[in-house]
């Protein structure tokens, strides 16, 4: 563990175990609404982030992560530990995506999260069992990913992937 790290501006959130919980208490928020587009933006940004929140705390000096020259252009360590990460959970792919679409107001023609209408009223059915409206990602081939069980995929991972660290 790294005993310098210490964010100066995240509030009481001191670690990455504090920025999972953070993942954690956004997720509760979107599983009582699952329509509401903040909680779903808001549980993928801090799921890709703790990419950032690990890397800071547990790899930055890691020798594998470190900045370095291929050609003439530069790779940051914390590019190479991202693509690390994403080979281990590639559903961080769609976090990321999802992150910087809705930081830069990306246009992106290959992959667009859309509600899908579902052929249930989520007030009667669960949607977890039935069809649904929902958030879903269209890949390039238009074919539909359900949001929130790639989220789940990653909460999943975070939670293993930290416990491996403590």
């Not at 009582?32 to 799921?47: D, E, G, M, V, Y």
Request: net charge neutral; proline share 2%; charged share 30%.
């Amino acid at each position: 563990m790294n005993n310098n790290f210490l964010p100066s501006n995240s509030f009481e959130i001191a670690n990455s175990k504090g920025f999972l919980k953070k993942l954690s208490d956004e997720y509760g928020d979107f599983d009582k609404a699952h329509l509401n587009p903040r909680f779903a933006i808001n549980c993928a940004i801090t799921s890709w982030h703790l990419t950032d929140w690990t890397y800071e705390e547990f790899y930055k000096k890691d020798e594998r992560f470190q900045d370095s020259k291929e050609g003439k252009k530069t790779v940051s360590g914390i590019s190479k530990y991202q693509e690390f990460l994403k080979e281990s959970c590639p559903e961080l792919e769609y976090m990321r995506m999802i992150t910087n679409g809705s930081k830069h107001c990306k246009v992106n023609q290959k992959h667009r999260t859309i509600v899908s209408t579902g052929d249930f009223s989520s007030g009667d059915f669960s949607r977890h069992d039935f069809a649904v409206p929902r958030f879903v990602i269209t890949n390039e081939n238009s074919e539909e990913i359900d949001f929130e069980k790639l989220l789940l995929v990653t909460i999943d991972f975070w939670k293993k992937f930290l416990n491996r660290l403590s």
